[in-house]
């Protein structure tokens, strides 16, 4: 029983992680119709830009996510106007060919600014506290607790602020939220800056818990995405709720099998939720 409850708190770690990358995509994905694939590359941009002001500034992990988190924003912002707005009317295929492209431009421009070499971002954390049997490492806790807050920020935005209605006016109808004055191009952008930021988050936290290195950013993309189908497309309980399944997931399969099955163990069970709720656990139907 121990070993079971400390595979859950080691998935619920990962999976709160997994569930900023999702609510990113989520919000992007819900609103704007976009398959914003580049969001992985985007969020170990922002974790190698942490790394960055970490080590160079000496500025602890929180205060250098906090430097990192608007630099994120403003690019978001930049790729929403420069390659998605131009085809928003356009059809879906051709944002979804922009979306691979900016992909691998980010990923090139990763590696070209940050290097090849595995990174680990520091931090005081260090602790592991015995609780019942279960081993509780503080820097997982702190992963935790961070992940609850900015999901928490993030809507609260969108349900109690006047931004945050115009989001979800233009998720619900945007024909209709233009004719009650609504500026479409500035909820995009706010929408980008939101899920560019939450990113930048993921891949900080990410970079502190296990480590950033070229690839990651595709694998979290792609671990997004699951999460996104899982939980329901454009729903924000939903990604919440799939990213904390699908850590868990990994975790009781990397524990109990092998962890070369984990992935293999989260997808299978995306699959099954999938083949009896085709709009995932918490979609419309």
Known sequence: ??????QIFN????????????????????????????HGSL????????????????????????????????????????????????PH????????????????GNLLLFGADQVIIQTPY?????????FVAQLRMVVIVTSVTLVAVVT???????????????????????????????VSSVVFAISSALGVAAGALIGALLALAPGVGESFAVKGFAV?????????????????????SESLAAGFLSSAYKDVISFLIMILVLLVMPQGLMGKK
């Open 1 to 6: 029983m121990n070993e079971l409850l400390q």
């Open 11 to 38: 998935g619920l770690a990962i999976g709160s992680v997994y569930t900023l990358v999702a609510l990113g995509l989520t919000v992007v994905f819900g609103i704007l119709g976009i398959a914003h694939f580049a």
């Open 43 to 90: 969020a170990m941009f922002g974790g190698y830009l942490t790394f960055v002001f970490s080590t160079t500034m000496g500025l602890p992990l929180f205060a250098s996510m906090a430097l990192a988190m608007p630099v994120g924003a403003v690019l978001g912002m930049l790729i929403e106007r420069l390659a998605y707005r131009p085809v928003r009317d356009a």
């Open 93 to 108: 295929i051709n944002a979804f060919i922009i979306a691979l492209g900016l992909t691998m431009m980010l990923e090139g």
């Open 126 to 134: 260090q602790k592991v506290f015995e609780l019942g049997g279960i």
């Open 156 to 186: 609260f935005l969108l349900l109690k602020t006047k931004t945050g209605k115009s989001v979800r006016a233009v998720a619900q109808n945007r024909h209709a939220a233009v004719l009650m004055g609504v500026n479409v191009n500035l």
């Open 228 to 248: 996104l189908i899982l939980g329901g497309l454009g729903s924000l309980p939903g990604a919440i709720l799939g990213g904390l399944v699908l850590g868990v």
